[in-house]
């Protein structure tokens, strides 16, 4: 019996280390589809177009969107945690900490590719930027191990204004958008179509990832058992 617990508890640790290591890849997709989007000049979602704007606005290059991208980051993990910490955890840690790095590696792959200033090249550049942040979030969702800090303001917005999600999400949404605007960021058609096709591409990739995830250490933890 004793052994059993104790390869539970091993087991629960390596699934543990697991959960952060694929929450690690969903975070290093979405940090490469922020520079990849970002590169193309069509227009930024609504998360990157803050991240965008405040660049423009200090006079930082492309280049340094990595930086940029952490600055805003931790300031929103600042402001979340004086608001309501509850939503603060190690989620929102492994999201931002690495996020930045990622995009600035993006950055450097987009660079290594040579997309031409073509407008064919730059469509393709943004449609693996909004990929792969859809993709990355997606996993990053169903890895369930916490919020991003935006996702956590969001909650914060439900909370306050005791409405559902998605009418707090609306809510951000349209002030970032505006205020990565009025900053400098760019918008454009991508900025339309990322906000009409985000939710359902995000939901169908978190719930995909959740059916592997899950089946996976349900097996795992079967094989424990019957030990």
Known sequence: MNNTIEKLKKK????????????????????????????????????????DGIRNAFGFQLSELGM????????????????????????????????????????????????????????LSSVLGCSMTFL???????????LDPFTSIHMIVRDAIKSQYKTA????????????????????????IAALIAGPSIQFASEFFKKVFVLNIKLNNDDILEC
């Not at 990355?136 to 916490?146: E, P």
């Open 12 to 51: 629960s640790n390596i699934n543990f280390l697991i959960r952060i290591l694929i929450s690690l890849i969903g975070v290093a997709f979405v940090g490469f589809g922020i520079a990849f989007n970002s590169a193309a000049m069509l227009g930024n979602d609504a998360v990157a177009i803050i991240y």
């Open 68 to 123: 940029i991208t952490n600055v805003v980051n931790y300031s929103i993990i600042i402001i979340a945690f004086i608001l309501n910490k509850k939503y603060i955890n190690i989620g929102t840690f492994i999201y931002t900490i690495p996020m930045g790095t990622f995009v600035g590696i993006g950055s450097k792959i987009h660079e290594y590719m040579h997309f031409s200033n073509i407008l064919e090249s730059r469509i």
């Open 136 to 146: 990355g979030l997606g996993i990053f969702i169903a890895i369930d191990i916490g």
């Open 169 to 192: 999400r609306v809510i951000c949404d349209v002030t970032s958008v505006s205020l990565g605007f009025i900053l400098g960021g760019k918008a454009g058609i991508v900025t339309v």
